[in-house]
């Protein structure tokens, strides 16, 4: 007789160094305190987590499969091997809720596939976050994750994104990596209309926390740092 299949836990964790149970429902840390078996992006970043969460956990006793962009879709199947013995599985982001623009959503669809039942926990989604603080419409938008890098590329998609939300309605949501922020927010004032409203939400969740909605002409005049720091951008026409 085969055993009974265990589930597999989307574990959210912070979106920076916020202590966790500030940002993270009690559930979290329930299920981190029973749970031993992780898929992770880097284990060095989930151990650290999870000694923050449940710091008298038996680190020596934590099983741990890494998964990344460059993950074998081969591979994925059998990292779900103990969920198939009785046993529960967490899958752990590096920052927010596993599976949202994160590697972690070829584990999940891996999982529907032999039938083992998916729990999502409660926690930090910088994308949603950032949607409730814009003042966007939040019954239609779009994350695009990273916009080109060549300047010629980078404006043309802008001005389509900003097509986009004028002729559906619909925001659109993208990112940058962190120290090229500063160069983003430039391209976006100098390619957008000047009514054309952009929304920048930087350090969500931490005490440096900034967001702030205006228009890509008023953007021009502001003076804020964003190198180096986690920003959302959002643009509604």
Known sequence: MQPQKGNLYLIPCTLGDTPPLEVLPLLVKKAVEHIDHYIVEHEKSARRFIKSIVPRKSQPDLHFQLINKFTDASEKPQMLAPCLEGLDVGVISDAGCPGI?????????????????????????????????????????????????????????????????????????????????????????????PQTKICVACDITLPTEFIKTDTAQHWKNKKVDLNKRPTLFIIQK
Do not use: C, W
């Open 101 to 193: 623009a994160d590697p972690g959503a070829g584990i999940v669809e891996q999982a529907h596939l032999q039938g083992i039942k998916v729990v999502p926990l409660v926690g930090p989604s910088s994308i949603l976050m950032a949607m409730m603080a814009s003042g966007f419409n939040g019954q239609n938008f779009a994350f695009n994750g990273y916009l080109p890098i060549d300047k010629k590329e980078r404006k043309t998609t802008i001005k389509r994104l900003e097509k986009l939300s004028g002729d559906y309605n619909q925001s659109q949501l993208f990112i940058e990596t962190p120290y090229r922020n500063n160069q983003m927010l430039e391209s976006l004032t100098a390619a957008l209309h």
